[in-house]
């Protein structure tokens, strides 16, 4: 079989012996028809990289330079050189070309190392990296060659760095240390290297000169670059310091080396190098399988019900960060939606698939019980969670946020971060590389968690909302009075933990009937008490939503529920609020973002009917007054009727102050 060979100098080998290419035109000519192998290459864009000043006869030279290359290749055994229409098409078979077989056995590399077969995907990475014989295509200068051959070269130092910090997790602290130390003297910017240095010398006990090396790499990046080193980089050099567990070997395979990313990455395609087909088999020793992580998720609810839907909307959102980026979904919806039993219930589902550790915290940042929780107290939750003694904590949440990403780096984990206020609280919490899928609930819609997949959580359907009713409540019961049943659901707006309550007050009620819990429900007073246990209240609950807004915000949430319409749009919610209408429309964003009205239309908005009982509770300010709120309301029917209002009323409208 004919080899053709680019991870070094370019040479074609038959039987193992060199092919002589003659010429650096035709070798030029091999490069760049091998970069597009398979795929008809231009005539003209031969021309363009064979000649800087292309002569007249340029197309003549490249069909003789054909001709000759023709001569040479092989007949037969899956080698070809078309003629198309516009140019040469050569192909040749998938094992022919070295650098196809060097990303197929990293690809195989890289699955044996998530089925944890360290000594396999050790023994790929490296018969991955000994077909290599120089820099790729060293010799040919061309400007698509040269391009591809920097992409080879760099997915040959990654794969190096792969391989340095599989051994490490394969126990190979002392024979590494060697050619580390020639690697990081050939590469002395390379973070992954000098972490794996740094970590197989303090595994070999010499912890101080672990620590000359991270202060020899932190002298050459700040003279040369005017950069201090990475966050990991800094983590592992403080956790050395402190002699920390974690740099002295996992408990877990799954603990990743001090390189602090995932080993045996896939090399991203190099352009006009076909990718190898799929992974080359190889066999190799039985490695013990890897011991699955611990699983923090609170429990899911026995009787979740419906949202199908929903569901599968998730589980499909799953996994979108790819291998170099956390895959983060961030589910938000108003108070009661339903949001942390969705997540809980799929996180579950999921569990199996992230093997290295589920991890849930609560961050109450809508909680009426207690304040938001710091960044800081949260990291110290998921670390201590993740094994680190309490005294061992590092202070400060930038050096938690640091410690945290490292040990998640290189797992397959699972991370739940609950009613999130905003942003920045959870910005710290979350991993740095691949492999970690986080699902964030909040009652707002976080705009700002860039590269996150935003899923807006409504209320239920109907019919799952019947469902859900009769599941808690009793199928006879639901079957016994259907329409009623169907009105409570309505009267609860559908919302999953009012419908919840409502359908606990008739399970523990067997004497009342959906009737009658239907006409208490019909008015605000009456749900207020009906939507109310021993351990929860609806209303409660809700009130939070608002205590965040401003004292602005919570003044024009309050004027627009008063509005006697089911819903309004921008011009009416001016109106009723005296304000103009960009100012309105500033105050519509708040609400819509933190799902407090909901947009029904690109002009039309409305308030969720529980929500807007309790914005009509909200505290009056004491300007306003009883005479304040009549003028509103007259407002309101003046602008829904498409009259001007009085000018008594304008007079008395209430102003939204900060």
């Given amino acids: 079989m004919t080899q053709f060979l680019v991870l070094g100098s370019l040479e074609m080998r038959r039987a193992g012996e060199l092919v002589p290419v003659r010429g650096m035109r035709q070798q030029k000519l091999l490069a760049l028809l091998l970069l597009s192998v398979g795929r008809v290459v231009p005539v003209d864009v031969l021309v363009d990289e064979l000649w800087e000043t292309p002569p007249s006869s340029a197309r003549t030279q490249v069909h003789n330079a054909v001709h000759d290359l023709r001569r040479i290749l092989p007949v037969g055994g899956g080698s070809s050189l078309i003629t198309a229409d516009i140019g040469y098409r050569l192909t040749v078979p998938d094992d022919a070309l070295d650098s196809h077989l060097f990303t197929g056995r990293i690809r195989a590399a890289r699955q044996a190392e998530r089925e944890n077969r360290l000594t396999e995907a050790v023994r790929l990475l490296q018969s991955a990296l000994d077909l290599w014989r120089g820099d790729a295509f060293a010799g040919i200068k061309c400007s698509a060659v040269l391009g591809a051959a920097v992409t080879l070269d760099e997915q040959r130092l990654t794969a190096t760095e792969d391989l340095m910090a599989l051994r490490l997790r394969a126990g190979e602290c002392n024979a590494v240390v060697g050619e580390l130390h020639a690697l990081i003297a050939k590469y002395p910017l390379r973070e992954a290297l000098r972490g794996s240095l740094m970590t197989a010398l303090c595994r070999s006990g010499r912890q101080a000169d672990a620590l000359a090396v991270y202060d020899e790499g932190r002298r050459h990046l700040v003279e040369e670059l005017g950069l201090e080193p990475g966050r990991r980089l800094q983590t592992l050099h403080a956790e050395i310091l402190a002699d920390s567990p974690a740099v002295h070997g996992p408990e877990r395979p799954a603990r990743p080396p001090g390189a602090g990313r995932p080993p045996a990455t896939t090399p991203a395609p190099v352009p006009g190098v076909p990718e190898a087909p799929g992974p080359v088999p190889q066999a190799g020793p039985p490695v013990p399988v890897r011991t699955p992580g611990r699983n923090f998720l609170p429990p899911g609810l026995a009787d979740f019900t419906g949202r199908a839907g929903d569901v599968r909307r998730l589980l499909d959102a799953v996994g979108v960060g790819g291998d170099a980026s956390p895959g983060v979904v961030a589910v938000d919806g108003t108070a009661g939606a339903g949001k942390t039993s969705l997540v809980v219930h799929v996180g579950h589902r999921l569990a199996a698939a992230h093997p290295d550790g589920q991890y849930a915290v609560e961050l109450h940042g809508f909680s009426p019980l207690r304040e938001p929780v710091p960044p800081e107290e949260a990291l110290g939750v998921l670390l201590q969670a993740d094994g680190v003694a309490a005294d061992a904590l590092p202070e400060g949440t930038a050096a938690r946020s640091a410690l945290w990403r490292s040990r998640l780096a290189g797992r397959r984990c699972l991370l739940v971060l609950d009613d999130a206020l905003d942003t920045a609280q959870i910005r710290p919490l979350l991993p740095g590389t691949g492999g970690v899928t986080v699902l964030v609930t909040s009652r707002r819609a976080l705009s700002a968690l860039d590269g996150a997949v935003r899923m807006p959580l409504d209320v239920m359907t109907h019919e799952d909302a019947v469902a859900l009713l009769g599941r808690i409540a009793g199928a006879s019961r639901a079957a016994a009075e259907p329409g009623e049943i169907a009105r409570v659901v309505a009267l609860c707006g559908h919302l999953p933990l009012a419908v919840r309550i409502a359908a606990t007050r008739l399970r523990d009620r067997p004497a009342m009937r959906a009737g009658d819990l239907a006409e208490r429900l019909s008015h605000p007073a009456g749900r207020r008490r009906c939507l109310r246990t021993s351990d929860r209240d609806l209303a409660q609950l809700l009130s939070p939503s608002f205590g965040r807004l401003t004292a602005a915000e919570r003044r024009y949430s309050r004027l627009l529920s008063l509005h006697p319409a089911a819903s309004f749009d921008r011009g009416r919610a001016g109106a009723v ?77 209430p102003r939204i102050a900060a």
Wanted: aromatic share 4%.
């Fill in 577 to 653: 609020t005296g304000l103009g209408p960009e100012e309105a429309e500033e105050f519509l964003d708040v609400l819509l973002d933190d799902n407090l009205i909901r947009q029904d239309a690109p002009d039309r908005f409305s308030f969720h009917e529980l929500l807007r009982d309790c914005a009509r509770e909200l505290p009056v300010e004491q300007e306003e007054g009883a005479r304040g709120q009549r003028a509103v309301t007259e407002k309101a029917s003046g602008a829904s009727a498409g009259t001007r209002p009085s000018a008594a009323a304008l007079v008395s409208r």
